[in-house]
């Protein structure tokens, strides 16, 4: 149980990066993650050798085929690149090191079922405490002075920048969404809920459009598999969730034909709305140039990659000129570092995390691995771990219930009872 408040602690406050010592990476999170990650390794060391499992398996995999894909991308780039960022790319390196060992040691502490439940409901529940800190505190009751709560008309709470909390809270919503589903009583789920909603609160504060891109790919994946999950309960016979589910589909055709004068005013609003957006300090003009940058990089690597550390040289806004700086998107940072192998591995094990989460039916994990998987692309998430925390869940608890079954996770006919 200490461990795991401070494992808590530390995801709660990963992102709380107005507390970090000026011109370092290093806040309440990472100190609090840092003794957890001791105490953890230490208590496994004296516990005696960790069981395997297939989760853990996944993991190992990815990060030896990255550090193998980044080593050989590292010494390419050396040998090519004429100047290189080192703050940038040691930077990498040791976030690189401290993710595969907090990813490792998440797989090997939280195996249990009863315990991984409780560690996620530990995160929860400080995680929407501290929210509701952050809340009172951009709306007048000072409770942490010396935080500026706003960045303009955006909810920022403890962080740097919106987008950073905006990735906190859409985590933290899919997580209280997984305890609220999976819950054994009414008045668990409805704390799940209850903590969901804080969070939602919070995320629309934030004004960001990632939020509210990785938010509603998440909830399309959730509402995907719950109604495919009810309507198979057809099979067996029409109870509750089978009728609303036949219900809701015999009113499609209504509710499209309900909608169709209002289509063109809708779409022409949601065209303005997205050059709104994109014409916005000419983000998505800057955006896109990084993105086909980071392409045109790709390529000119051979496929192989420059190594860690930031590779674009192109002149933005955002860093001038000799600086070098990001894509801002996962799938390309991932290109441009470690070259075609490091990105197909990345997908690999999202892509694994969330076939897992829909073969044994949970809704909110898949969810969660969509909702990460939006965020990632545009910004560079792997070096977060609180994404860690959430593809750590995701495989484990999906390892779970195939292990309980005695299924394997591959085969496309395989059917798990949740």
Known sequence: ????????????????????VPGLPLGPGELFLSAW???????????????????????????????????????????????QDVSGMLHDITAY????????????ELQDGRRRRGAIWIFVGLSTGIVIIQL????????????????????????????QLGFFVVVLTFMALHLAETAPSPTERVGGLACAAVAGLAGVLTRSDSYVVALLIGASAWVALTAFVWFRTLRSGLVLRG?????????????????????AAALERIEDTSASLYNDNEQGETRLQLWIEALDRGYQSGLIGFGPGPQL????????????????NTFLDLFVQGGLVALAAFIWLVGSAALGAWRTRLAGMLALI??????????????????????????LEANRLVAASGLRLLPLRTEVST
């Not at 040289?313 to 801002?328: D, G, I, L, M, N």
Request: proline content about 6%; overall charge positive; aromatic content about 12%.
């Open 1 to 20: 149980m200490p461990r795991d408040i401070l494992l808590g602690l530390g995801l709660a406050l990963s992102t709380a990066t107005q507390f970090r």
């Open 37 to 83: 990650l001791v105490l953890a390794t230490t208590a496994q060391l004296v516990g005696g050798r960790p069981a395997a499992n297939q989760a853990l398996g996944r993991l190992v995999t990815f990060w030896t085929i990255l550090a193998l894909a980044l080593s050989v991308a590292l010494v390419s780039g050396l040998a090519r690149d004429l100047f």
């Open 97 to 108: 090191l401290l993710m595969m060992a907090i990813g490792l040691m998440l797989m090997l």
């Open 136 to 163: 009172l505190s951009g709306f007048g009751l000072n409770l942490v002075p010396g935080v500026d709560n706003w960045f303009y008309d955006r909810f920022r709470g403890w962080s740097e920048n919106p987008n």
């Open 243 to 263: 009728a609303t589910v036949l219900f809701a589909l015999l009113s499609i055709p209504l509710a499209a034909a309900a909608f169709a004068p209002f289509a």
């Open 313 to 328: 040289t192109s002149k933005s806004y955002k860093r001038p000129p000799p600086e070098k700086f990001e894509a801002h």
């Open 370 to 395: 969509g909702a990460l998987t939006a965020f990632g692309l545009f910004h560079y998430v792997v070096r977060q771990p609180i994404f860690w925390f959430g593809v750590a869940a995701c495989l």
